[in-house]
């Protein structure tokens, strides 16, 4: 049986406005994420939630921070895998939680284009899963590179032009729930 599986990758509080690493509206992201995400509760798919252990420490705000967004906190039910890397297989038992779920196409969402999208995208690719990225319903921050600051903006489409068609189908939500 071959299922197509949500991985809802570090939608975090750490990248809104209140945390450490704020990204570039990601507000936005996150409300398309949520409805990526109801999308698959109702139609009783496998959802995952990835989250990146980040060094907060203990207090309660450092566990807020680590916490998922309110837009997306899972459910019973629902896997979450944590991770101390980019790539959501790297050191995870993210892999053998898909060969469980006969798992044949991803579908990809979250923080930060750049980097963890990225990276478990192509990761993906070792492991022959079809993968369909929402580009809409993630996103990146400013990087600078040689003393330029390049926007968010042009940073997640650069990721985005670059996954697409070899790595992933890249689409976003409305296009994506179209197709269903």
């Known amino acids: 049986m071959n299922q197509d599986v949500l991985i809802l990758i570090d939608i975090q509080n750490m990248y809104f406005a209140e945390g450490a ?17 109801k999308k698959f509760r109702e139609e009783q798919k496998p959802v995952i939630h990835v989250m990146h252990r980040f060094p ?19 459910q019973a039910g629902e896997t979450i895998i944590e991770k101390d890397y980019p790539s959501a297989f790297l050191q995870t038992g993210l892999k ?3 060969d469980t779920l006969h ?11 750049h980097m963890c999208i ?15 990225v929402i580009d809409d319903a ?3 921050k400013d990087l600078v590179w040689k003393g330029e600051t390049i926007d968010a903006k042009t940073v997640h489409n650069s990721i985005m032009a670059s996954l697409q068609g070899t790595f992933a189908t890249v689409m976003g939500i409305d296009k994506f729930l179209q197709q269903k």
């Open 118 to 132: 990225d990276t478990t995208v192509r990761a993906a690719q070792n492991y022959d899963y079809k993968v369909t």
């Open 103 to 113: 798992a044949e196409t991803l579908v990809i969402a979250g923080m930060m284009t």
């Open 96 to 98: 053998e939680t898909l």
């Open 138 to 140: 993630c996103t990146t």
């Open 21 to 37: 690493y704020p990204l570039h509206e990601p507000e936005k992201a996150a409300e398309k994420a949520a409805i990526l995400l």
């Open 56 to 74: 907060v420490g203990d207090q309660a705000e450092g566990r807020y921070l680590l916490g998922f967004n309110e837009a997306v906190l899972p």
